[in-house]
């Protein structure tokens, strides 16, 4: 049940299983989007914090600790039993997440019962984690193992907090490493519950650490610190350039990097209007545009073109933009006042470049973070709209001719995260999903994401896959084991 007004219970750091104040004793804010206020206010972790985070993650790894003794099947039973607690505390999670991110109650409940299912999905690979056996030549047997990485840093964004936690926490804990992890400063506080969620599913102690920060400090000490082995991010290009550089700088860490994406969803002129219509919609609109494989290049094919932006038009300005915790709201506020003035600011530069403003454009309401689902027609390859993501409500409507022509145009960009095709001509279909370069492309569909399948980018929109077992890959090493054998019998 939404409880926009529950208590908040924990706000610190999470070091070692429990809950401490920050070395400094410093705090931060973190902000209502609906209404531009301060929630509470919450431990802010530095340099000192992420080394106490560490050294526990590192006791944690060592060989004769709980964590490293206990069966691989005992990884999965914890792994479900935190996916069991998630289910008795859904409500919770969900009213913490729409209070501190904005997204409709909901939605929040959807994404708490998606990352129930990837925490019950690595659960299952836990004690399936194998090596082989190689045929060398000469008098040896060889086997291969798979073993964990060690300690890992983990920085997620504030789009999806649980579900991204989700995402990066399963897998390693399935492998059996362990964990520091900095949640978004905008969304820290569905982190902190899961951390004591952890500590209640029995998990040991230093192997989960939960420090809240900011980037510059808290996400530069994990990536810099030379005894965290594997780095893995989700967010924006730049950061990722920065995780890569410091990387390269202290210790050659591997990275992983799910990062943005400007996505093309091409729908040809024998698709049904509407249920396209529908298909495009969602694809931009679904999370306030926050989502980064949105469909955010909408190319539709010339023959229905003029009656698709009609509705589409029609369908954004019916779209409920208001409270999340309201009963019927699909659209609540942008994450924060920064993201909100960018993505006005992209409007605004839409406007001036001649692209036609169907639906929106504007501030919606005079408290909080709110904007109008916008439709935009006639949009040019060149526009900044086109070029650069936007990360927000806006839909962006391209006309095109020929299958050889939009293939060419959706693949001019420097992301490749995602692309969808909606059209009945399974010839079209195929050419274009093998033509495309995206990490994920889906059919008559779209944004179709499930814990069995990778997910991750070409070109700039990163490198390597979460989910599916290309997940648990992230976070082993390899090592070959080769035995002489005796001569003789």
Request: net charge negative.
């Amino acid at each position: 049940m939404a409880n926009p007004n529950q208590e908040i219970k924990y706000t610190k750091l999470f070091i070692n299983n429990q809950f401490v104040d920050s070395k400094s004793g410093k705090t931060f804010a973190t902000i209502n989007p609906a209404t531009g206020q301060k929630i509470i206010d919450v431990a802010e972790g530095d340099k000192v914090d992420v080394e106490a985070a560490v050294q526990a993650a590192k006791t944690a790894f060592a060989r004769s600790s709980p964590w490293r003794q206990m069966d691989a099947s005992g990884r999965g039973k914890l792994l479900n039993k935190l996916a069991d607690l998630m289910e008795r505390d859904i409500n919770v999670l969900a009213n913490l997440e729409s209070l501190d991110n904005g997204k409709s109650f909901g939605d929040s409940v959807f994404d708490m019962n998606c990352a129930i299912d990837t925490f019950r999905y690595y659960a299952g690979w836990a004690d399936k984690i194998h090596g082989s056996t190689v045929p060398s030549d000469g008098p040896v047997m060889t086997y291969i193992r798979k073993e964990p990485i060690g300690v890992v840093g983990q920085i997620i964004p504030w789009n999806y907090p649980v579900l991204m936690l989700t995402w990066k926490w399963a897998p390693a804990l399935a492998v059996g490493c362990t964990l520091v992890l900095k949640p978004a400063e905008q969304t820290p506080l569905s982190a902190l519950y899961m951390a004591a969620l952890s500590k209640e599913a029995g998990f040991p102690d230093g192997v989960i650490n939960v420090v809240n920060g900011f980037g510059p400090t808290v996400g530069a000490s994990i990536v810099n610190h030379p005894e965290i082995r594997k780095v893995a991010f989700t967010g924006s290009v730049e950061t990722g350039r920065i995780i890569t550089e410091g990387s390269s700088k202290s210790n050659l860490k591997n990275v992983s990097l799910e990062l943005g994406g400007k996505s093309p969803l091409v729908i040809f002129d024998d698709a049904n209007l509407d249920e396209a219509v529908e298909i495009a919609h969602n694809a931009i609109f679904a999370n306030h545009g926050q989502n980064c494989c949105a469909g955010s290049r909408t190319f539709v094919q010339e023959g229905i073109y003029d009656a698709f932006v009609a509705k589409a038009a029609e369908m954004a300005r019916a779209r409920k933009v208001g409270d999340a915790f309201a009963e019927g709201t699909q659209q609540g506020p942008q994450v924060d006042e920064e993201q909100f003035n960018k993505i006005l600011g992209y409007i605004e530069s839409a406007n001036k470049e001649g692209a036609k403003l169907q639906a929106g454009g504007k501030r919606f309401g005079s408290v909080g973070y709110f904007i109008e689902p916008t439709v935009f027609s006639d949009v040019t390859d060149n526009m900044k709209i086109a070029r650069e993501e936007i990360f927000g409500p806006v839909q962006s409507i391209f006309k095109f001719k020929t299958l050889d022509e939009v293939i060419e145009r959706a693949n001019d960009t420097e992301y490749g995260l995602a692309a969808g095709v909606v059209t009945n001509n399974i010839n079209n279909a195929l050419v274009f999903t093998n033509a495309v370069q995206a990490g994920s492309v889906w059919v008559n569909c779209y944004d179709y994401v499930v814990p069995t399948t990778p997910f991750g980018g070409f070109k700039q929109s990163g490198n390597g896959r979460e989910l599916g077992y290309s997940g648990i890959e992230l976070y082993t090493e390899t090592k070959s084991v080769t035995i002489k054998l005796p001569t003789k019998i």
